[in-house]
């Protein structure tokens, strides 16, 4: 992987001098130009713990967490024929540990992206380097995409990492066509993948997307957005969603082991396995207030038994049971939100109060949403206040808060409250 | 005797309306309303070109909002890209013809948005900043001679041609001289003014706007206000196609020019 990414990343570097020097591009008027964007992001949350958590006796929780992250955009660009984008995060954080009062700091530097475009024609280009590839309609999960990290709904401030890519992609009307590979370490893992967009029908975004890898299977999907009353004014916010994927063999299908023979009765998911996302979303007129809402199934997620089953087994008193199910506990760390088989997403999103000069309230916003686990009823409530009383800076209070029974996954979230204050500066 | 009067009185209604319909064409001193509107459009506006726009939204409370952008047109397709605020740089907007698409400042999210929603806020929607074909949106006819700021002016009516856009019904004040809008004033199905905007100054080279300032005002609340100015105006030769496309906007190239 790393070897991939600096190919990746050397290719992506001497394109972009190419491309700065490319003879054929004196056709155009522009002087190339470099622009620097980003924000600076220092943070601090306070959590209160959650004692009968199944992960307390091995996580090393802490009460308190203090980072400062800068996020940078830097970007080349020569007209459309050719542009190059550095994206990076560089993030130090202090975690204070709840147990001893200890502080455990680190530094990490990521790059995000890097990757650099060219143009062949007016509707043709290629992009090579780390990159995220766009994918999927749903906001907290996309069942169809294989190839990015899946997101987190319970960490908004995780830091989204593209992945190096070649991407060609054919924008024209009525039919858009990208084609990319993403390389890996081993020319026998790259993936290999295609996608078909179209916006002929009215008021409608559909596009149908494959992809292979010979270590990941194969993935089909279709993803459809739909605003079906565009033509009518005051309507014409609503809109739904639909994304789809079916994949050769189940993505989190690393615990088919089972945790212990005979101590949690988990099916393993052979076979084709398939995953779904409904959305919709609109305007609530006069108030403005973005109401959205997300349901999504995942045919590989567990049942109500199994999920109990699993925590009741990280939870046992014998220790040989515990031994055996520690795998359990990075497969379960790496899919928040997609541990059962059924979810429910709500969001009301009030980017300000007001909008008509008000002083005060013009520069307050509020975000209040759940993610209710509807296999065990657990849920994750998380509230956002957002103060833009200072010109290009944001203040942020947030509150989230995971409850559950005892064998739920949000029961047994590490953290059962976190407080968090964030300032964001942005240049 | 009264089948006569009857049939009588409808030729005379017909004869009326045809010579009523005729005069009203012929009114217009200056031909055709069409391509008159035509041109006042690109003299404001090329058809293909590239701009910078600067925005203050101003209120009674005596709050002030700043904010800039640039945006690249091809006849009835427009985007727009903010880069100031800071906060809001990389927001963009894509109108493709009457579908418009909002890019969210720090994600490559693409979704679509209404025509009269103001993703950017202030008295300026979606449409107010991404409308510069006229005959595309409405269908225009002459209603006369009038001044408006000491100018003297053409007056026209705009009636919309898709319920989608934002004013059913606009009026244009045209300055005869320069063929330069003056005023636009945009009303409700009720007949009710809700908003217009008066040119505040203009940069003419060679026939054309160089920049152009205009005072966006809510009719039913005047103090509040908008002044946007657009400036260096620059006519393209070509755009391609593929700017005003939602891939596009995804792939997040959004400076297809220096500005």
Known sequence: MKKAYIAATMIAAALCRLAAADPAANATTDAPAFSFSGVVDPYAAYSSLNENSAFASVEPLSDATVYGEIDGKLRFSREYTSLGLLDFSFRDTAQIDHSDGSTTESKTFTVNELYSDLNFGDRFYLRIGKQRLSWGAGYVFNPSDPVNPPKDPTNQRAILEGVPAVKVELIDKPVSLMLFSVLYDSFDQFGYGAKLSTSALPNSDISLSGYWSASQSWTGALNASVAPFYALPGWDTIQTWFEGGVYGQGRYEAYADGILPGSAATENPTGAQYAALFGASGQIPVLETVALAEYYHLSEGLSPSELGSVYGALRSPSPAIVAASSSWYSQLALRPGRQASDYLFLSLTQSTITDTGDPVFDKIGLTLSCLLNLVDGSFYLQSDLSLTFVK??????????????PDTEFGNDPVNLCLGLEAKVFF | MKRYAIVLMAVCVASFATVAYAEADQAFPEGDVHSYIDSVDAALLPVNCKARMAIVDSYSTGDDRTSEGFFVRKNNRVVWVAVEPASQKNFALLRDEDTFFERFATTNKVVKTSATANSRGGETSN??????NTNLDYTVSYLGDGSHGGKDCYRFELRAKNRKLAYSLVQLWVDKATRMPVRKAFFALSGKMLKYYDVTSVELAGGRAEAIGMKY??????????????????????????????????SGRLYPYQF
Request: aromatic share 12%.
């Open chain 1, 392 to 405: 290009d800076t944001s203040i942020d209070a947030t509150l989230a808060w995971a409850a559950g029974g």
């Open chain 2, 127 to 132: 449409l107010d900043l991404t409308r510069f």
């Open chain 2, 217 to 250: 005002v809510d009719a039913l609340k005047p103090e509040d206000t908008s002044d946007l100015r657009i400036y260096d105006i620059t006519s393209l030769a070509s755009v391609p196609d593929q700017f005003f496309t939602k891939e596009y906007l995804e």
